[in-house]
């Protein structure tokens, strides 16, 4: 028979966040597939857990996929676990579960801590809705981009974000996403856990008096708000006026898609109407 894999959450910082079900998994199963075998370590460690490690990360993915996929038609059980968190959420392991599904090999989630969750829990902005954006783009006219296209979502969206660039993404969500609330956590379930609210210009400049930001980010943005105006009455005029301000006519489209709370493309249509 063949084994089976386990898909276990681990802490994202506080090593108690770990539930007794994964405990118990980690000591059963024949070897534990992490990122870094010294980080996962000091979590076994912690809990008085000795089982073997095989390093499995974006580096080798490919080819520690093989090699997992025989061990677990041979019948061993495996648990795949990330740095911090659960596996697959913006960390390595589509390859290996996609895999395992095509042998028809077992696959059982241990659930647990995810970072995405806690910060969105814990934001106070709508949670009934919402859109997972992983790690924005590093470089900026792609970062753009995709803010671009998470414009128009009615949903609350959360990212990743790194330290070295969290001033820029701000501002580029404050001139791709006008002002929108955003909640930001910072360390989440560390002694030196932190949330900061308000818009993205207010969180930005709260950073930004620091001599130096330090530590994992989770952005919780605020979905688009319905427009004040029920109409696109004087759209016109204000694309004019932002024109006059030395915008082109496009980049004065999407200004005035930003603090109308509009689609681009809706104003696009009502310049267009005849």
Do not use: W
């Not at 980690?26 to 857990?49: F, M, N, S």
Request: glycine share 8%; aromatic share 4%; net charge neutral.
């Amino acid at each position: 028979m063949t084994g089976t894999l386990y898909i276990v959450a681990t802490p994202i910082g506080n090593l108690e966040d770990i539930t007794l079900r994964a405990l118990r998994i980690l000591k059963q199963v024949d070897r534990i597939a992490c990122e870094d075998t010294r980080h996962t370590r000091k979590l076994l460690e912690h809990h008085g857990i000795n089982r073997p490690l095989v390093s499995y990360h974006e580096h080798n993915e490919a080819a520690a996929t093989s090699a997992l996929i025989d061990r677990l038609v041979g019948g061993e059980s495996i648990a795949l676990v990330s740095d911090a968190g659960t596996p697959l959420v913006s960390d390595p392991g589509y390859r290996l579960v996609a895999a395992a599904r095509q042998r028809g090999i077992a696959v059982t989630p241990v659930p647990g801590p995810s970072a995405l969750l806690a910060a969105l829990a814990a934001s106070g902005l709508p949670t009934d809705t919402f859109h997972f954006a992983g790690f924005l783009p590093a470089r900026r006219a792609e970062r753009r981009r995709t803010l671009e296209k998470l414009a128009g979502e009615a949903a609350t969206v959360v990212c990743y974000e790194t330290p070295h660039r969290i001033l820029e993404a701000l501002e580029d969500i404050e001139q791709v996403l006008g002002a929108r609330r955003i909640a930001l956590a910072r360390e989440l379930t560390k002694i030196h856990e932190e949330f900061l609210f308000g818009d993205a210009p207010s969180v930005r400049q709260a950073l930004a008096s620091r001599p130096a930001v330090k530590g994992e980010i989770t952005l919780v943005i605020g979905r688009r708000e319905a427009p004040a105006e029920a109409d696109t009455g004087g759209l016109g005029e204000a694309v004019e006026a932002a024109m006059r301000e030395g915008l082109s006519k496009m980049e004065a489209i999407k200004a005035v898609a930003r603090r109308r709370g509009l689609a681009k493309r809706e104003v696009y249509q009502a310049l267009n109407q005849p």
